[in-house]
């Protein structure tokens, strides 16, 4: 409105114009740079995204690659992870009690943090996710949904917008694929900034002659994200304070180097 | 078996009294030793599951009022007419078997608090040490003492009195109830039937009593605990005077130089000259005789039972939209906020109560995490649920009750001033109102290796700090300066979800004793195991259920050729059949 009223000069010069578009800024919040963001601390994660890192005020979705335990397991602690780099409380929307505490400790969200809240449908959810994200004093707002339609998601969104509380959707996977999109929960449109697509791949390998399983890894997919591309990595899973890590030989690191092989011993 | 020794006591004693008393072993791990292990003798009261109850106080040695002197005459004394029984000296129905009773911790010592009838007709008194009642009486049933359990009690049935009896009650000391019973005994029939159906009520609750009817407090004291009656009023000095000295609610060191002096009762000392008794204890003792006979006023402290906080708004015509359902809950909301700010309370539970024309009352209740008082959030949590209300043809007033409130104080403002996290519980009053207070909930640690005992669900809000455990000054563990270990420590991983019972698998290859499987099929999938670990053998918690006794579970974790990651475990540890059946069980999943 007030940029209507200051361009009704008949001339426009080049300092209007200036003045113009000082103003515009200010209203539009200087794009995407200005947000909070929540980076990886992984060079290679964060310059693919295009605020620098998952924007703190949106809407985030993640789904497990297929409906196996594992991927859905692995989907769980990649939120779990992001959570527990939040900044506060953290509430975490279940439709069944089945999350194991000590796993979500071990991935760094310490129970002290937590509060678990069960909904009876997904609609129920969708809703006390957005009274979470409306609260302003979490950290996080962690749900688990068979499907939210687009609406559903605009609205949590929209709930997000504004506030420090990232907002964590876990599509997970419905039981028969009657689903539009045969079953693959990230084909209904969603009003997510990010979509995510994570599954358990082989773990890191241990020196020869040890037996036992190595560091997890998983297969990262970034589906989509607004204003930037999709991308794909391999990483090792989340270790006791949440940060994923790079394999060894992907982040120019001897073998020998130790940090992959914390777990070996 | 008396092969040389001989007889000898201590060891028939412990034959017969240690057998049945303690658990035959107590080894958490490998049972297959079959030499017997030495068992710490425990104290019997160390041992027992703590019984935390007021009523556990044994009763006194206390013979029932009976029927008094006849009813009360008119009364014409300006003084009350007061009564004051010793209500809180429960008894337990039926268990007069077995003596009972409460041990206190006093300075170094432990001592009796209180004894049933039973124990002092075998010689045990309060304030004889607990070890010495145990030696005296064998199978004496000891119980902590609960002073504050027992005053709370005891303040209870104040109330009780106040909103039943009469206007004025004290509790007077830790085990008697003063009543100013003037201008309401003829309500309850006279003053001999009121104190009839006091008693009768009193034992319902458990409760022996002992009741007595006099001009003053202090009359009324002596005579409830020694001798027992309904005095006719101006009678009390004649009442008084072959009672002992000690009825004078006096300190026992004035009550040893008394009876050095030869007065033994009241009457002996009312007849003593005043200033030289005076000269002598000071001003208690008289100022407590004269209180007794009623020279000098005594004036009662009465509790104040608290009054349900309600506000009430009538309509001259009946509304039924939601707006205006809405603007009247705006009226009434400051008014239930201004009646708590000045009771000093913060709501708990609020119901709405909304009376319809047809005489169906429509309810609402809203429930509170914390105390509060906040306006502005109580009609928000109120206003959110409206919809619930059926109006029907017209509600004609609404009404806000408070439930449940608990104390809350003046707050600071000091949020505003400092950088603290924000306060959670609008946030936990709007989901509780939304899915039910237990639909929401925290997950403490648990100190137990069975996983699924090893997390416990909490309230929400305020999660308690994990206290360290207090240890003495000479406790070796204090050398011991590494970082306190988390019961869910990372060194032994768990999966992030956890099935809710194991489901069994099938089609196992693995080696015994201690090999992680090699292959194996669940839920209809074949898995071929490439990589391991393990095992992590967790015991069965055998001082929880006995069938856990000799119980293990062998935990490996493995991932298959497609880089899955499971939790399996093995019913038995694969050497010994009693420790289970060697079936394999998956349980989680690691991401």
Same mark, same amino acid.
């Given at each position: 409105?007030?940029?209507?009223?200051?361009?009704?000069?008949?001339?426009?010069?080049?300092?209007?114009?200036?003045?113009?578009?000082?103003?515009?800024?200010?209203?539009?919040?200087?794009?995407?740079?200005?947000?909070?963001?929540?980076?990886?601390?992984?060079?290679?994660?964060?310059?693919?995204?295009?605020?620098?890192?998952?924007?703190? *005020?949106?809407?985030?979705?993640?789904?497990?690659?297929?409906?196996?335990?594992?991927?859905?397991?692995?989907?769980?602690?990649?939120?779990?992870?992001?959570?527990?780099?939040?900044?506060?409380?953290?509430?975490?929307?279940?439709?069944?009690?089945?999350?194991?505490?000590?796993?979500?400790?071990?991935?760094?969200?310490?129970?002290?943090?937590?509060?678990?809240?069960?909904?009876?449908? *997904?609609?129920?959810?969708?809703?006390?996710?957005?009274?979470?994200?409306?609260?302003?004093?979490?950290?996080?707002?962690?749900?688990?949904?068979?499907?939210?339609?687009?609406?559903?998601?605009?609205?949590?969104?929209?709930?997000?917008?504004?506030?420090?509380?990232?907002?964590?959707?876990?599509?997970?996977?419905?039981?028969?694929?009657?689903?539009?999109?045969?079953?693959?929960?990230?084909?209904?449109?969603?009003?997510?900034?990010?979509?995510?697509?994570?599954?358990?791949?082989?773990?890191?390998?241990?020196?020869?002659?040890?037996?036992?399983?190595?560091?997890?890894?998983?297969?990262?997919?970034?589906?989509?994200?607004?204003?930037?591309?999709?991308?794909?990595?391999?990483?090792?899973?989340? *270790?006791?304070?949440?940060?994923?890590?790079?394999?060894?030989?992907?982040?120019?690191?001897?073998?020998?180097?130790?940090?992959?092989?914390?777990?070996?011993? | 078996?008396?092969?040389?020794?001989?007889? &000898?006591?201590?060891?028939?004693?412990?034959?017969?009294?240690?057998?049945?008393?303690?658990?035959?072993?107590? +080894?958490?791990?490998?049972?297959?030793?079959?030499?017997?292990?030495?068992?710490?003798?425990?104290?019997?009261?160390?041992?027992?599951?703590?019984? +935390?109850?007021?009523?556990?106080?044994?009763?006194?040695?206390?013979?029932?009022?009976?029927?008094?002197?006849?009813?009360?005459?008119?009364?014409?004394?300006?003084?009350?007419?007061? +009564?004051?029984?010793?209500?809180?000296?429960?008894?337990?129905?039926?268990?007069? =078997?077995?003596?009972?009773?409460?041990?206190?911790?006093?300075?170094?010592?432990?001592?009796?608090?209180?004894?049933?009838?039973?124990?002092?007709?075998?010689?045990?008194?309060?304030?004889?040490?607990?070890? @010495?009642?145990?030696?005296?009486?064998?199978?004496?049933?000891?119980?902590?003492?609960?002073?504050?359990?027992?005053?709370?009690?005891?303040?209870?049935?104040?109330?009780?009195?106040?909103?039943?009896?009469?206007?004025?009650?004290?509790?007077?000391?830790?085990?008697?109830?003063?009543?100013?019973?003037?201008?309401?005994?003829?309500?309850?029939?006279?003053?001999?039937?009121?104190?009839?159906?006091?008693?009768?009520?009193?034992?319902?609750?458990?409760?022996?009593?002992?009741?007595?009817?006099?001009?003053?407090?202090?009359? =009324?004291?002596?005579?409830?605990?020694?001798?027992?009656?309904?005095?006719?009023?101006?009678?009390?000095?004649?009442?008084?005077?072959?009672?002992?000295?000690?009825?004078?609610?006096?300190?026992?060191?004035?009550?040893?130089?008394?009876?050095?002096?030869?007065?033994?009762?009241?009457?002996?000392?009312?007849?003593?000259?005043?200033?030289?008794?005076?000269?002598?204890?000071?001003?208690?003792?008289?100022?407590?005789?004269? @209180?007794?006979?009623?020279?000098?006023?005594?004036?009662?402290?009465?509790?104040?039972?608290?009054?349900?906080?309600?506000?009430?708004?009538?309509? =001259?015509?009946?509304?039924?939209?939601?707006?205006?359902?809405?603007?009247?809950?705006?009226?009434?909301?400051? &008014?239930?906020?201004?009646?708590?700010?000045?009771?000093?309370?913060?709501?708990?539970?609020?119901?709405?109560?909304?009376?319809?024309?047809?005489?169906?009352?429509?309810?609402?209740?809203?429930?509170?995490?914390?105390?509060?008082?906040?306006?502005?959030?109580?009609?928000?949590?109120?206003?959110?649920?409206?919809?619930?209300?059926?109006?029907?043809?017209?509600?004609?007033?609404?009404?806000?009750?408070?439930?449940?409130?608990? $104390?809350?104080?003046?707050?600071?403002?000091?949020?505003?001033?400092? %950088?603290?996290?924000? /306060?959670?519980?609008?946030?936990?009053?709007?989901?509780?109102?939304?899915?039910?207070?237990?639909?929401?909930?925290?997950?403490?640690?648990?100190?137990?290796?069975?996983?699924?005992?090893?997390?416990?669900?909490?309230?929400?809000?305020? $999660?308690?700090?994990?206290?360290?455990?207090?240890?003495?000054?000479?406790?070796? &563990?204090?050398?011991?300066?590494?970082?306190?270990?988390?019961?869910?420590?990372?060194?032994?991983?768990?999966?992030?979800?956890?099935?809710?019972?194991? #489901?069994?698998?099938?089609?196992?290859?693995? #080696?015994? $004793?201690?090999?992680?499987?090699?292959?194996?099929?669940?839920?209809?999938?074949?898995?071929?195991?490439?990589?391991?670990?393990?095992?992590?053998?967790?015991?069965?918690?055998?001082?929880?259920?006995?069938?856990?006794?000799?119980?293990?579970? %062998?935990?490996?974790?493995?991932?298959?050729?497609?880089? @899955?990651?499971?939790?399996?475990? +093995?019913?038995? /540890?694969?050497?010994?059949?009693?420790?289970?059946?060697?079936?394999?069980?998956?349980?989680?999943?690691?991401?």
């Amino acid at each position: 409105m007030r940029v209507v009223a200051v361009s009704c000069p008949a001339i426009p010069s080049s300092a209007i114009i200036a003045e113009l578009r000082e103003s515009l800024k200010k209203v539009e919040g200087d794009g995407l740079r200005r947000r909070p963001v929540l980076p990886f601390g992984i060079g290679a994660i964060d310059e693919k995204l295009a605020p620098g890192g998952l924007r703190l *005020d949106s809407l985030h979705e993640i789904a497990a690659a297929s409906a196996a335990p594992s991927d859905d397991a692995a989907a769980t602690l990649f939120m779990a992870g992001i959570a527990a780099r939040a900044w506060g409380p953290v509430l975490w929307v279940v439709r069944r009690r089945d999350l194991f505490a000590p796993g979500l400790y071990q991935a760094g969200l310490a129970p002290e943090r937590l509060i678990y809240a069960e909904a009876a449908d *997904d609609a129920e959810l969708l809703a006390l996710m957005e009274e979470g994200l409306r609260h302003r004093g979490l950290g996080a707002v962690v749900g688990e949904v068979k499907r939210a339609a687009m609406p559903n998601t605009r609205r949590l969104q929209l709930a997000a917008e504004g506030g420090k509380t990232i907002a964590l959707l876990l599509k997970r996977h419905a039981r028969a694929a009657t689903d539009k999109g045969g079953g693959n929960p990230l084909a209904v449109p969603s009003a997510a900034v990010t979509r995510w697509r994570i599954a358990a791949a082989p773990s890191a390998p241990l020196p020869v002659g040890a037996a036992g399983v190595g560091r997890a890894r998983w297969q990262v997919e970034l589906v989509r994200q607004r204003g930037g591309e999709p991308a794909d990595w391999t990483m090792e899973a989340c *270790d006791e304070t949440g940060r994923l890590a790079l394999p060894a030989r992907l982040a120019d690191r001897t073998a020998g180097a130790g940090r992959a092989y914390r777990h070996a011993a | 078996m008396l092969r040389g020794g001989g007889w &000898r006591p201590g060891a028939r004693w412990a034959r017969v009294e240690g057998a049945d008393a303690r658990p035959r072993d107590r +080894r958490a791990g490998r049972v297959s030793e079959a030499a017997p292990h030495p068992v710490k003798a425990m104290p019997p009261d160390e041992g027992r599951t703590p019984v +935390r109850d007021p009523r556990a106080t044994p009763p006194s040695a206390s013979p029932p009022w009976k029927g008094g002197a006849g009813g009360g005459s008119a009364d014409s004394s300006p003084s009350a007419r007061l +009564r004051a029984d010793p209500p809180p000296t429960p008894s337990l129905p039926g268990r007069g =078997a077995v003596p009972r009773i409460t041990s206190l911790q006093s300075g170094n010592a432990l001592i009796i608090a209180a004894a049933c009838p039973a124990a002092r007709a075998l010689g045990l008194a309060p304030g004889m040490a607990v070890t @010495q009642a145990r030696a005296l009486v064998p199978g004496l049933d000891i119980r902590p003492a609960d002073p504050e359990g027992d005053r709370a009690a005891l303040l209870r049935l104040a109330m009780l009195a106040a909103r039943r009896w009469c206007p004025v009650v004290m509790p007077s000391g830790d085990d008697g109830l003063f009543l100013d019973i003037s201008g309401t005994a003829h309500l309850f029939g006279g003053e001999a039937r009121m104190a009839r159906r006091i008693v009768a009520l009193l034992k319902r609750h458990g409760f022996t009593a002992r009741v007595a009817v006099a001009d003053t407090p202090g009359a =009324a004291w002596a005579l409830a605990r020694y001798a027992p009656q309904i005095c006719p009023p101006g009678a009390h000095p004649d009442a008084l005077a072959p009672l002992p000295t000690a009825a004078l609610r006096l300190e026992p060191r004035a009550r040893d130089v008394l009876k050095r002096l030869g007065i033994e009762t009241i009457g002996q000392l009312a007849a003593v000259p005043r200033a030289p008794l005076a000269r002598r204890f000071g001003s208690t003792l008289i100022a407590r005789l004269d @209180q007794a006979s009623g020279r000098l006023a005594e004036p009662l402290d009465p509790v104040i039972p608290p009054e349900a906080i309600g506000v009430v708004q009538r309509f =001259a015509e009946p509304i039924a939209t939601a707006e205006a359902i809405a603007h009247w809950l705006g009226v009434l909301m400051p &008014r239930l906020v201004t009646a708590l700010a000045e009771a000093g309370l913060g709501a708990r539970v609020i119901d709405l109560v909304a009376d319809r024309i047809d005489g169906v009352p429509q309810r609402l209740r809203i429930g509170l995490a914390r105390p509060t008082r906040d306006g502005a959030h109580l009609l928000r949590l109120i206003v959110r649920r409206i919809e619930e209300i059926a109006p029907g043809y017209g509600i004609d007033a609404l009404a806000l009750h408070v439930r449940r409130a608990d $104390p809350l104080g003046a707050e600071p403002f000091a949020e505003t001033l400092e %950088d603290r996290p924000p /306060d959670l519980a609008p946030l936990i009053d709007t989901l509780a109102n939304r899915i039910g207070i237990s639909a929401l909930w925290r997950s403490v640690p648990v100190e137990s290796d069975v996983p699924e005992r090893s997390v416990a669900a909490a309230p929400p809000l305020d $999660p308690p700090p994990r206290a360290a455990p207090k240890s003495k000054p000479d406790d070796v &563990r204090q050398l011991d300066r590494s970082r306190p270990l988390h019961p869910w420590d990372a060194r032994w991983p768990r999966p992030v979800r956890l099935l809710r019972r194991p #489901e069994l698998l099938d089609h196992v290859l693995a #080696e015994l $004793p201690d090999q992680p499987p090699k292959r194996f099929t669940w839920r209809g999938m074949a898995h071929r195991v490439v990589r391991a670990d393990g095992p992590e053998r967790i015991l069965g918690e055998w001082w929880k259920r006995g069938t856990e006794r000799h119980s293990v579970r %062998d935990y490996f974790q493995v991932e298959d050729d497609a880089g @899955q990651r499971f939790w399996l475990f +093995r019913r038995g /540890d694969g050497e010994r059949g009693e420790t289970g059946d060697l079936a394999w069980f998956m349980h989680g999943s690691f991401g």
